[in-house]
């Protein structure tokens, strides 16, 4: 009695106040700017990581490249959220580039706890394997190495450059080239060699390549050591810039002479114009969503709450947007879901085309949350939330309006019947108007804008989209092109391709308890 007596004193003593929805929502919240720069500051004090600045100086350094929230795991969340037991310790995850190292590599790290941090260690890697330093993702110090390379490579291809398209790429103030690199970046372990697309830097130069395509090997932590393997023009491989220009010079080589383009641009405007065939009016604005008895949802922090419907959710830096903690009517539906990856596999002809395979998450198609447009992005009513992400950077940078929340009228009952006598009349009619509530991000991975919705029903049912826009990913066109895509301009390949998204999706429908069962429905 006195052993059960005390365990009950314990018990009471360790319980405080039961937390809040919101303080139970804030354990998934995104790291703020004062935990990121709480991280950032704690490893560069650390004597034996030997970090610098990732902006700026070499790439043999060892550089901080990357730091998130580490959520915590699933079995102390569900203690704290539903048992009363105590709240996890809030942890980062930190990616850190050991480029300066005997054997360079990519080595992550947990870091906590937070808000104070007072230790890190390092997070095992699938297959317990070390990262290679030549698997890591682009940072803007290595894009400046590939742009002075090209500018070294091209020069003996100045005049062909000018003369075939009209720019060039050396000692360039206006009418300048630039390039766009392709993943992966070598067809063997270890190596890191990426096929550069020369394109005209205007407006939309993912649509303007030039027919040129340079292959660089930039394996080597020292820029002084990359070289140019080899070149594509028009549908020939050259060993070297020297031999391409010697071609053209003695005039062996096969030009393509791009046409001059229009000296002015139609630039996006709020304002809307031009005219169809049909003659409706098409020069005045279109429908809007309004809100004329005010919002019916409810934003605190990072939970999200409408009708039935109550949520956690964050914008991971490396992969997007993730939920935690689903609830309808207060029973949990599921403990994540979120994304995770989006690739896309290319065909083509010319080199890069055939090579390109993207895996968007490498490019961290988290991070790429750019401002989202009022009216346009989404309805002038929304919500819009910032978002702070500490991404090949020496501090947290805000990206202002990130996501946005708003109601939308679905334009389709969310269930109706006409209950008709079939004489001519009826009995009774009834139906609910249909309504959706949205939480939207971008991703603008290059050229492609990844719109991405969670759309929560009053009936309890959940959808994840995603829209796909932006500027197609493509090549110049050859004729031996059309084997692999469509030819959409006089030099331009929109080239065969297919996306993937992958989702986590983890369902807790009362509760935990996994099971998996197949049905077979034959005829009797």
């Not at 995770?340 to 290319?346: D, K, R, V």
């Not at 996306?499 to 099971?515: E, F």
Request: charged letters at 20%; a neutral charge.
């Amino acid at each position: 009695l006195l052993l059960a007596l005390l365990a009950l004193l314990a018990r009471v003593a360790t319980c405080g106040p039961t937390p809040s929805p919101q303080e139970k929502a804030a354990i998934f919240a995104d790291l703020s700017p004062a935990e990121l720069r709480a991280v950032r500051t704690f490893l560069l004090a650390r004597p034996e990581l030997a970090l610098s600045p990732s902006r700026g100086g070499p790439l043999a350094k060892n550089t901080l490249f990357l730091v998130e929230l580490l959520p915590p795991k699933k079995e102390p969340a569900l203690r704290y959220l539903d048992r009363g037991g105590p709240r996890p310790r809030r942890q980062a995850r930190a990616v850190v580039f050991f480029g300066g190292e005997a054997h360079p590599n990519v080595t992550e790290f947990v870091v906590g706890p937070l808000p104070r941090p007072t230790f890190y260690r390092p997070l095992r890697s699938p297959g317990g394997r070390p990262i290679p330093f030549s698997s890591r993702p682009m940072t803007q110090g290595e894009y400046e190495g590939l742009h002075r390379v090209l500018a070294v490579a091209t020069r003996p291809l100045y005049r062909f450059l000018r003369e075939a398209t009209g720019y060039w790429f050396h000692n360039c103030s206006h009418r300048c080239l630039t390039f766009s690199d392709i993943a992966p970046r070598g067809v063997a372990p270890g190596q890191r060699r990426t096929w550069l697309v020369l394109q005209r830097s205007v407006e939309g130069f993912f649509l303007h390549p030039v027919g040129l395509e340079v292959l660089v090997d930039h394996q080597d932590p020292q820029p002084s050591r990359w070289e140019v393997l080899l070149l594509w023009y028009n549908g020939r491989y050259f060993s070297s810039p020297e031999e391409l220009a010697r071609s053209y010079e003695e005039g062996e080589l096969e030009v393509v002479h791009l046409e001059e383009l229009p000296s002015r641009g139609l630039f996006s405007s709020y304002e809307p114009r031009g005219r169809f065939s049909t003659g409706t009016p098409t020069e005045v604005h279109g429908s809007k969503v309004c809100e004329p008895q005010g919002r019916r949802y409810r934003l605190r922090g990072n939970l999200l709450e409408y009708g039935g419907w109550s949520l956690a959710f964050r914008l991971r830096s490396s992969s997007g947007l993730q939920l935690f903690d689903l609830r309808f009517n207060g029973e949990r539906v599921a403990f994540e879901v979120s994304i995770q990856e989006a690739i896309a596999f290319y065909g083509g002809h010319t080199p890069a085309a055939m090579q390109t395979k993207y895996m968007d998450a490498g490019w961290g198609m988290g991070s790429v949350t750019y401002e989202l447009a009022p009216g346009v992005d989404c309805p002038e009513v929304a919500t819009f939330l910032d978002a702070h992400h500490l991404y090949d950077a020496d501090g947290p940078v805000r990206f202002s309006k990130a996501l946005c929340v708003f109601e939308l009228p679905t334009g389709v009952p969310l269930r109706r019947h006409f209950d008709s006598d079939f004489q001519g009349g009826f009995h009774f009619y009834a139906g609910l108007e249909g309504h959706a509530l949205v939480l939207r991000t971008t991703s603008t991975v290059y050229n492609y804008d990844y719109i991405w919705d969670f759309l929560f029903y009053p009936n309890g049912v959940m959808e994840a989209k995603v829209h796909a826009t932006g500027f197609i990913h493509a090549t110049f066109y050859t004729p031996q092109g059309r084997h692999y895509g469509s030819r959409v301009h006089s030099h331009l390949l929109g080239n065969l391709h297919t996306h993937l998204v992958h989702y986590k999706v983890d369902l807790d429908v009362a509760g935990t308890g996994n099971s998996f069962e197949t049905l077979d429905v034959r005829l009797e």
